[in-house]
């Protein structure tokens, strides 16, 4: 219950920052989150996540925009890595159908600064036809894990109608340097599994039940490759999981 208080205050403070700070030329969210399990390029890093965080984007001209925010989450395991927030900044373009992004992450865990690193990274996707999408993004860790994540995915989106949508997804990971190997000695995290990570496909049905404000369901299922140790706390291989969570953010 103190991580789940101390989140809801966490999105209370952003809140009132946004509010205090927002002119005409920003838009943003602010979000709250529940997730049955905090899963990251096909690792389970917990039970219960609880999450909130906030997403700002200011116009520079009609080509490019930049954008900012914060994401903070706590699971209920009694792990190392309890808590976790993160902290971003971007620039963003289109080039015709194609939209670019390039930014950077600052992850760091309250009580473990040891885990502490840092991302740059770039997304490319070009839009197809039908509400359907296609592209990659790709991110290297400079700093304590020295290693590089890609991942190619394809979405499609369809609207229902002016207040309810699906989006659809599904792609694979590919990494060097990043996810732990498959040990026998389940207290042993040095080698790395590089090359396939695995694959996932997701859903979303985002309702806009008021103007500006959105809920939205989401089921996940992920499969990690047989060499990658998928659970933050066996470290077993080849692990399948079943994510179902619902998000409610604030546009303004």
């Not at 002119?23 to 969210?29: F, P």
């Not at 925009?65 to 699971?75: E, L, M, N």
């Amino acid at each position: 219950m103190r991580k789940y208080t101390k989140t809801v205050g966490a999105l209370a403070a952003a809140s009132a920052l946004v509010a205090g700070y927002a002119s005409a030329e920003i838009e943003g969210e602010v979000h709250v989150g529940y997730a049955t399990n905090y899963e990251f390029r096909f690792v389970d890093l917990g039970d219960d996540l609880v999450e909130a965080g906030v997403d700002l984007s200011y116009a520079l001209n009609e080509d490019w925009s930049i954008k900012g925010g914060a994401w903070y989450g706590s699971v209920n395991d009694d792990v190392a890595l309890d808590n976790e927030l993160d902290l971003y900044g971007a620039v963003a373009t289109s080039l015709g159908p194609v939209n670019l992004e390039f930014g950077y992450i600052f992850y760091t865990y309250p009580g473990s600064d040891f885990h502490d690193t840092q991302e740059v990274y770039a997304s490319a996707f070009v839009d197809i036809f039908a509400g359907i999408s296609a592209g990659a993004a790709y991110y290297y860790d400079f700093d304590n894990l020295n290693g590089w994540y890609l991942q190619p995915e394809l979405r499609w989106s369809h609207d229902f109608n002016e207040c309810l949508k699906l989006n659809l997804s599904t792609g694979v990971g590919i990494a060097d340097g990043l996810g732990s190997q498959v040990s026998s000695d389940a207290f042993y995290i040095g080698d790395t599994h590089d090359g396939f990570q695995g694959w996932f496909v997701k859903a979303e049905l985002p309702w806009e039940f008021r103007d500006g404000v959105t809920l939205t369901p989401y089921l996940k299922y992920t499969d990690a490759d047989s060499g990658l140790a998928g659970d933050s706390n066996t470290f077993e291989g080849g692990q399948e999981h079943i994510v179902a969570g619902v998000k409610l953010a604030v546009g303004f």
